[in-house]
């Protein structure tokens, strides 16, 4: 287990820690937080691919579609804990400054089997986990929070996430045709064509469509352009020249790129590094750095750009497109892409 604390007063602190292998790595980092900032806060929460589970203790969370913070938007309800779908256009999470609980992230195949119900309804959704596992989150978050211990915590979540997957049925393992899709599009961050992911699964373009929404959440097209984004935010964060970065990343041109990131984020690039702590793909952002892939924690530095802004992107950590999770779930391999879904 990590801990960090965002400020000398201790009022903002972070404690990681990696599930158990055989969740791996359709299970993410765990990251529990603790948060008595006592002001209001907000940042803008980045379309990341993966499935966010949110289970809280204490305080309220709100989330909006509108990306730009402080500027207009229709606040969505508050929640104390929320499950949010994979989704294409960034959010504004906000808080009144006391926050307490421990956010999860699954690859988007892991949340089919975990959670039962077809992804393509929390597509571009946040909303109550009740919603989507009834009683049974309900009971895990009574615990969760009787539990004053997080190395404990971590091993009550480790034990029931285990125990779901040893549960689920048999007609919601994920297809091994939509894994391969869901890889290819990992390994090459989006760039392969929609057809050639058709011709590899044997299916026609509409049966690949449907299948990929029922088990990921979003359209083949619509994922590529999320891991699309992802890469240029590292490249541009690590201080590529735009250029480069829309030819690497599979744009037409930087134009094209710009375009994409004022529609999937609400900012121009520009603007959007010089927000800097105030974009996270974590919900209850990110203002420390974030554990690396191998659990290792990235230090803040790691994705500093050396344009004048000193922005920073902290990416969810752990996300190559492996495929595994638990004894009999999905198994596979692959060669990992930093940000790519797993």
């Known amino acids: 287990m990590r801990h960090q604390v965002c400020d000398a007063g201790g009022r903002c602190q972070w404690f990681y820690a990696n599930p ?59 929640h104390r804990s929320v499950v949010s779908g994979l989704h294409t256009r960034a959010r504004v999470l906000g808080h009144r400054g006391d926050l307490h609980g421990i956010e999860v992230t699954l690859a988007p195949w892991a949340a089919y089997r975990l959670f039962g119900t077809s992804l393509r309804e929390l597509a571009d959704t946040v909303t109550d986990p009740a919603d989507v596992l009834g009683g049974r989150v309900r009971d895990l978050a009574a615990a969760l929070e009787a539990t004053h211990d997080w190395r404990r915590r971590f091993a009550l979540l480790d034990e029931t996430l285990l125990r779901w997957s040893s549960e689920v049925a048999p007609e919601h393992e994920p297809s091994p045709a939509v894994l391969e899709a869901w890889r290819l599009l990992g390994l090459t961050a989006g760039t392969v064509p929609v057809r050639e992911l058709a011709d590899r699964t044997g299916w026609s373009l509409r049966h690949l469509e449907n299948r990929f929404r029922e088990q990921i959440g979003l359209a083949p097209k619509s994922l590529a352009r999320v891991l699309r984004l992802n890469r240029a935010i590292r490249e541009l964060a690590a201080g590529e020249r735009a250029a480069d ?98």
């Open 245 to 342: 970065t829309a030819l690497a990343c599979g744009f037409y041109d930087q134009s094209h790129l710009s375009r994409e990131f004022s529609a999937m984020t609400g900012l121009p690039p520009g603007r959007f590094l010089a927000a800097g702590n105030r974009t996270s793909a974590w919900l209850t952002g990110c203002r420390n750095g974030s554990p690396g892939p191998s659990g290792s924690t990235r230090s803040p530095g790691s994705l500093r750009s050396t344009g004048s802004t000193g922005a920073r992107f902290r990416p969810i950590p752990g996300t190559g497109p492996r495929v595994s999770l638990a004894a009999n779930g999905p198994t596979g391999h692959g060669t990992s892409s930093s940000g790519a879904p797993s």
């Open 20 to 78: 158990d292998a055989r969740l791996r790595p359709g299970v993410g980092v765990y990251r529990g937080f603790r948060s008595r900032a006592g002001t209001a806060q907000e940042h803008v929460v980045v379309p990341t691919g993966r499935v966010s589970l949110l289970i809280g203790f204490g305080g309220e969370l709100r989330l909006a579609r509108t990306a730009a913070p402080g500027g207009a938007g229709t606040a969505g309800p508050a």
